[in-house]
C-alpha cells in the first residue's frame, strides 16, 4: 500500500471521530476545526495525519530489515527496478567497405523528454557489414516452404571485399509472425543455401546444415541486466524473458565464411555484388503467420535504460540511523537508482579516504580477539512517499558503534541508474542521438516501443514469499505450482498490468504437468547420469506455437543452469492438443556441487 493511502486513511479516520467527539464536547469543538475552517487547526490535524501514517505503515512493513539483508545476499535482483529497455537498429552510411564491430556497452542517448535526455546501452555486440536486405521471399513447395532472403552489397563492394562471417538477423515486426519464424529456423530448417548471380545466371556457392542456425541471448555476455556472481544465472533468463521477450528473437546465420574455402568459385567472389540465402523448411508456415521483409532486420541491439551517475553528497554527522540518497542533478525524480557501486567517505582537515564496504556481503574482515573496527554501509528501500516508485536509504553499521566515525565526513557514492518511466513517453524512432561511444559511419533508431519501468514489490510480505519459494526450489522443482511460483515471482509486470497478468497467468497455467527421470548416457566412452525434464503443455493457452516454442527454450535454459556439474539436461514438452514433441538438444549442467 502506498503512503498515500495511510495518510489520507488516517486523515479521514481524525476528521470522523473529531466530529463525534465534537457533538459530545462542544467547548472543544474549535480546536478540532469541526465547526470553522481554521487553517493552523488543519495544518495540525494533517501533520498528525502524515506521522500516524508513517507509524503505522511501519507497523505493518513485516521487518524489511531481516528480509532485505537475505534477498540482498541471495537474490538481489528481486530488490532492484526493471528498467526500460527497446530493440535498436543500425543503418550504414556512405563510405563503409567491411566489416566493423560495435562492442556491447556502446552508450546512445534519446529525444529530451521533460527536458532529460535518457541514457542507454547496447546489450549485443554488433557486426556490420556494406549490405542491406533487399527482398523476402516466402515460397510453397510440395515438402515444405522456403525462405530468399536478398543482400545487395553497398559501396561497389564484392563478397571478396567483405570477408562475410556470420549474419545476425533480429525477427521484427507482430509478435506472432516474429515467434513462429524463430521456431522454424530453429527448428523446421532442411538446409540453407548461399547463392549468388552473374550475367541472371543463379550460382550455388554453399550449403549450410541447421546447426547453423544459433539462437541469441542465452551467453552471459548478451545480458541485459547485471546480475552479482553469487546469484542463479537461471533467473536472469526468466527475468529477461518477461522484461523483453524480444531480446531472444535474435538467431546467427554461421558459416558464411565457408564460401572463401572454395577454390572454383573465388572469380565469383570477386565479381559478386550480391547473395542469397535460400532457407529451406520441412514444413509449410500457416498462412496468418508467413513472413515479409519488416519482419527481418539487420545490425540490431537490445538496449537497456541503465547509466553510471553520482549522487548528491551526503554529510554523515551521526544524528540519524539513515541518509537518503538522491541522485545529483537539477531533476532528481527524473532518476532512479538502480544500484550502488561503490561508497567512499572524506574526512575533514587531513582528507582522509575512507571506503566503505556493503554490509549484506560474504567480504567481512574477522577478528580474532575481537577488535573489529570496520565499517559498513547498509542499504534500505522504502515506497516513496512523494512519487511512484522507491527511495533509497543508506545507513553505517559496525560491530561496535563506538567505531563509527566520531567526526562528521562528507559520503560520496557511485551508482547505477534509470530515468525511471521517462524513456515510457518515448516514440518508435526517438532513440536516436549520438555521443561520444557510437561511430561516425552509422546512425541508429529505436525500432520498438521502449518498455515501462518497474519497481519491486515491497509490500504485502512478498519478499517472505520469495524467500520461503526459493528455499523450497532449491530442494527440486517437482510440480508445476513449485514452476509456477517461481516463473510468476519475475514477472514483475503482472504487479502492475492486470490486463497482462491475464495473459502472463494464462500463459503458465498452459504448463499442466512436469516430470523428472534419471537418464544415462555415454560422454567420449564414458557413462554420465543426468536428467530429463518432461513438460505437458497445453499449446492453447499460448498465441501460437511459436510463443510457446519460444518460452520452453527460455525454460531449457533455465533448467540446464539447475544440473550440478559433471551432469546434462534434457528438455522434453509434449503438446497435450497436437501430440508433438519438441526436444532440446543435451546441455551440460553448470550448478556447482556443496
Known amino acids: 500500500m502506498s503512503f498515500n493511502k495511510y495518510f489520507q486513511d488516517e486523515l479521514n479516520a481524525v476528521r470522523e471521530l473529531g466530529k463525534e467527539f465534537a457533538e459530545k464536547n462542544p467547548r472543544l469543538a474549535p480546536y478540532l476545526s469541526v465547526q470553522e475552517q481554521d487553517p493552523d487547526v488543519e495544518r495540525l490535524i494533517e501533520g498528525f495525519s502524515f506521522l500516524t501514517g508513517r507509524l503505522r505503515q511501519k507497523l505493518e512493513d513485516e521487518l524489511p530489515e531481516l ?5 540482498s545476499l541471495l537474490w538481489p535482483n528481486y530488490l532492484k527496478p526493471v528498467p526500460s529497455m527497446s530493440i535498436l537498429e543500425f543503418t550504414t552510411q556512405g563510405g563503409l567497405s567491411e566489416k566493423q564491430v560495435i562492442e556491447r556497452g556502446a552508450e546512445v542517448q534519446s529525444l529530451p523528454v521533460d527536458g532529460t535526455r535518457c541514457k542507454f546501452h547496447t546489450c549485443y555486440d554488433v557486426d ?14 510440395a515438402t515444405g516452404s522456403s525462405l530468399r532472403l536478398h543482400f545487395s552489397l553497398k559501396n561497389f563492394t564484392t563478397l571478396q571485399d567483405i570477408s562475410l562471417q556470420s549474419l545476425r538477423l533480429f525477427l521484427h515486426g507482430q509478435f506472432n509472425i516474429a515467434q513462429t519464424l524463430y521456431y522454424y529456423l530453429c527448428r523446421h530448417v532442411k538446409k540453407i543455401m548461399i547463392t549468388t548471380s552473374v550475367e541472371g545466371e543463379s550460382i550455388d556457392l554453399y550449403g549450410l546444415t541447421p546447426n547453423h542456425v544459433k539462437p541469441v541471448g542465452f551467453a552471459e555476455s548478451e545480458s541485459l541486466l547485471p546480475y552479482s556472481d553469487n546469484t542463479f544465472m537461471g533467473y536472469r533468463y526468466i527475468q529477461e524473458y518477461f522484461a523483453l521477450p524480444e531480446k531472444y528473437l535474435f538467431v546467427d546465420i554461421e558459416g558464411l565464411d565457408k564460401i572463401y574455402q572454395k577454390e572454383t568459385i573465388k572469380d565469383v567472389l570477386q565479381t559478386a555484388g550480391e547473395f542469397n540465402l535460400v532457407i529451406e523448411f520441412d514444413r509449410p508456415i500457416e498462412r496468418q503467420d508467413m513472413p515479409k521483409l519488416e519482419n527481418v532486420r539487420l545490425f540490431c541491439t537490445p538496449v537497456v535504460n541503465l547509466f553510471e551517475h553520482e ?21 532528481p525524480s527524473h532518476y532512479e537508482i538502480y544500484s550502488i557501486d561503490n561508497v567512499v567517505g572524506w574526512g575533514h582537515g587531513d582528507q582522509l579516504k575512507r571506503a566503505y564496504k556493503p554490509f549484506e556481503s560474504f567480504d567481512h574482515a574477522i577478528s580474532i580477539g575481537g577488535s573489529q573496527k570496520n565499517i559498513y554501509y547498509r542499504t534500505r528501500l522504502k515506497d516513496s512517499v512523494v512519487q511512484q516508485g522507491v527511495d533509497t536509504y543508506l545507513s553505517f553499521v559496525s560491530f561496535n558503534d563506538e567505531d563509527l566515525a566520531p567526526q562528521a565526513e562528507t559520503i560520496s557514492v557511485e551508482l547505477t541508474c534509470s530515468n525511471r518511466n521517462l524513456p515510457s513517453k518515448l516514440s518508435i524512432g526517438d532513440i ?3 555521443t561520444g561511444d557510437t561511430p561516425e559511419f552509422v546512425d541508429f533508431t529505436n525500432i520498438t516501443k521502449v518498455t515501462q519501468s518497474f519497481t519491486p514489490p515491497l509490500d504485502k510480505g512478498f519478499h517472505w ?12 522443482l517437482v510440480n508445476t505450482e513449485a514452476l509456477r511460483i517461481i516463473l510468476s515471482t519475475y514477472d514483475y509486470r503482472s504487479y502492475y498490468d492486470r490486463q497482462y497478468a491475464r495473459i502472463s497467468k494464462n500463459r503458465l ?69 497436437n501430440g508433438e514433441i519438441y526436444t532440446w538438444e543435451p546441455r551440460i549442467g553448470q550448478q556447482p556441487v556443496l
Open 67 to 71: 528480509s532485505h539483508s537475505v534477498m
Open 128 to 141: 556490420i557489414y556494406p549490405i542491406a536486405l533487399d527482398d523476402l521471399e516466402y515460397t510453397l513447395q
Open 311 to 331: 549522487a548528491t553528497p551526503i554529510r554523515m554527522d551521526q544524528r540519524r540511523t539513515e541518509y537518503r540518497v538522491l541522485p545529483a542533478g537539477e531533476n
Open 432 to 434: 536516436n542521438v549520438e
Open 465 to 476: 514469499r520469495v524467500i520461503s519459494n526459493m528455499s523450497l526450489n532449491y530442494v527440486s
Open 509 to 577: 497455467e498452459g504448463v499442466e504437468k512436469i516430470e523428472h527421470e534419471n537418464i544415462d548416457r555415454l560422454y567420449k566412452g564414458l557413462p554420465i547420469r543426468g536428467i530429463k525434464t518432461r513438460l505437458h503443455v497445453r499449446v492453447s493457452k499460448f498465441a501460437n506455437e511459436g510463443e510457446m516454442f519460444l518460452f520452453a527454450s527460455v525454460l531449457n535454459e533455465f533448467f540446464a543452469l539447475y544440473v550440478s556439474l559433471n551432469s546434462f539436461h534434457i528438455l522434453e514438452v509434449i503438446g497435450i492438443e
